[in-house]
Nanobody
C-alpha cells in the first residue's frame, strides 16, 4: 500500500554532487522519521542520515559536512544532497520511512535503492 520511489542516482566524478529524492505515496497517516542508508559492495547496510518529523537531522561521521538531508512534508518527500563526493561514497542508496498507518500502527518502508557511483 505504501511505496517509496527513489531517483537521482548516477555516475559522478570525485568532488562532484548529486541530489537523491525519495517520494512516499499510498495510505499514510503520518510519516515520522525519514532515513537514508547505503550499502557498498561486500559491506553491510549503514545509516547515512536521519531527519525527524520536526526537521532535526543527524549524520554519520563519514558524511558530516558533505551531505544534507531535508524533507518536504507537503510532498511526502525526503532528499539527500551529496556534495564533495568521494569514491568511498559509491554504494546503493536506500531511503527508509517510518510510517504511522491509519490504525496507528508503525511500519518501516524501504525504497528500491538507487546506485551512486563516484569515479576517481
Amino acid at each position: 500500500q505504501v511505496q517509496l520511489v527513489e531517483s537521482g542516482g548516477g555516475l559522478v566524478q570525485a568532488g562532484g554532487s548529486l541530489r537523491l529524492s525519495c517520494a512516499a505515496s499510498g495510505s499514510i497517516f503520518r510519516i515520522n522519521a525519514l532515513r537514508w542508508y547505503r550499502q557498498a559492495p561486500g559491506k553491510q547496510r549503514d545509516l547515512v542520515a536521519t531527519i525527524s518529523s520536526g526537521g532535526f537531522a543527524n549524520y554519520a561521521d563519514s558524511v558530516k559536512g558533505r551531505f544534507t538531508i531535508s524533507r518536504d512534508n507537503a510532498k511526502n518527500t525526503v532528499y539527500l544532497q551529496m556534495n564533495s563526493l568521494k569514491p568511498e561514497d559509491t554504494a546503493v542508496y536506500y531511503c527508509n520511512a517510518n510510517i504511522m498507518q491509519y490504525d496507528l500502527t508503525r511500519r518501516d518502508v524501504w525504497g528500491q535503492g538507487t546506485q551512486v557511483t563516484v569515479s576517481s
